[in-house]
């Protein structure tokens, strides 16, 4: 839903609605709060009492409601739904770069899912996975068909928990 190319063009509209309160509640979390630069980690402070334990136990208060926070991720999720798609071969990334500052919320879940892996772990699972399905007895498996049992082998357990959970 966040690629620019395709927004919510992949869903069925019970798939939208789900998608888009996930998107509100990922947005709502506290990691999810978009910085403006990036700075070095705060110095260490000492303690003084246990008043200045309180303090760092309570944390800051909230400056707005959980409702406030939903209202404007929806109105923001509703205003990046409602443009146009982009062309196919545009840069999401670039798209979010230059409209970083309409969706302020919406760039943060979007650098954080449409970056590039930290590790290759992922891949190398892919090619063991491939491995195994690519054995002596099996050396003239078609191309499309090692595919489509990958496909199958990776994204069977999400379709289950989709599935056992949308059931309930």
């Known amino acids: ?3 620019p190319r395709y927004k919510g063009r992949l869903f069925s509209a019970d798939e939208l609605r789900v998608v888009k309160q996930w998107a509100v509640n990922e947005a709502r979390l506290p990691a999810a709060t978009p910085s403006t630069s990036v700075s070095a980690p705060p110095a260490k402070r000492a303690r003084v009492g246990p008043m200045d334990m ?4 309570l944390g800051a208060p909230a400056t707005e409601s959980p409702t406030t926070a939903s209202a404007a991720v929806d109105a923001e999720l509703a205003v990046y739904l409602s443009d146009d798609v ?5 840069s999401p990334t670039a798209w979010w770069a230059a409209n970083a500052a309409r969706f ?3 760039v943060v879940e979007a650098k954080r899912f449409l970056s590039s892996p930290p590790t ?17 007895r099996r050396s003239r498996l078609l191309t499309k068909r090692a595919d ?3 496909f199958v082998k990776h994204n069977l357990p999400v379709v289950k928990f989709n599935y056992g959970s949308i059931s309930k």
Not at 54 to 57: Q, V
Not at 86 to 90: A, D, L, M, S, V
Not at 120 to 136: G, K
Request: proline share 6%; hydrophobic share 50%; net charge negative.
């Open 86 to 90: 982009i062309p196919r071969t545009e």
């Open 120 to 136: 290759s772990v992922a891949s190398e699972r892919l090619f063991s996975s491939a491995a195994q399905i690519y054995t002596d």
């Open 148 to 150: 489509m049992l990958l």
């Open 54 to 57: 309180l303090d760092d136990i």
């Open 104 to 106: 302020p919320v919406l």
């Open 1 to 3: 839903m966040l690629d």
